[in-house]
């Protein structure tokens, strides 16, 4: 069953290790194929160098498997409720990269201070609360997603497509698996740059409004420039 999607699936989570945004098996990537319902996410616990396509566990959006050998990743549940409350989300990634991880263990976003950062992210990336003591022991991988979608609620969230969890890690998400990598790449990129900006000066202010306008919009909407076009 959507072995296309397993495929894509694998692919995307074995770009992980390759661009250095996980250690052991510390991450997860799913996507989710609009027609079924249905999504393909990475087993838990299972070595990145172990992974085959056919081991993608196929999930729908009531966390019942519908296909797979392995137990879902861990954190099924929150991609479940990004999917769920964030329906222009089509893949997710989940990481603990050291980086990001860093910002959001010490629970503060990342604000724009150049243009990589506009490129792609619009504003500061945020950091969301701390689960309560009720929050973590009722439903914690739930909660997480639910605290997500409330954080991103009214908001462009296809336009800011990342985010830290206080304490914990990071989620981005895009149009794809692939994106959503990709994101997450751009995340990892933009946090070390970010806190080697702020040794080098830690009176910097974020870029000019003016200026993260520009790189953002000309990359994206209905105005966006960049590269070759149709």
Known sequence: MLEALK???YKANMLLPKYNLITFTWGNVSEIDPETGY???KPSGVEYDELKPEDMVIMDLDGNKIEGKYNPSSDTLTHIEIYKGMPD???IVHTHSPWATSWAQAGRGIPCYGTTHADY???EIPCVRNLTKEEIEEAYEKNTGVLIVEHFKDTEYM????VLCKNHGTFTWGKDA???VHNAVVLEEVAKMAAQTEWLNKDVEPAPQELQDKHYYRKHGANAYYGQGK
């Open 39 to 41: 999504f393909a996410i």
């Open 7 to 9: 495929e894509r699936v």
């Open 89 to 91: 989300v089509r893949g």
């Open 121 to 123: 992210m619009y504003g």
């Open 178 to 180: 692939h994106d959503a």
């Open 159 to 162: 336009a800011m497509p990342a």
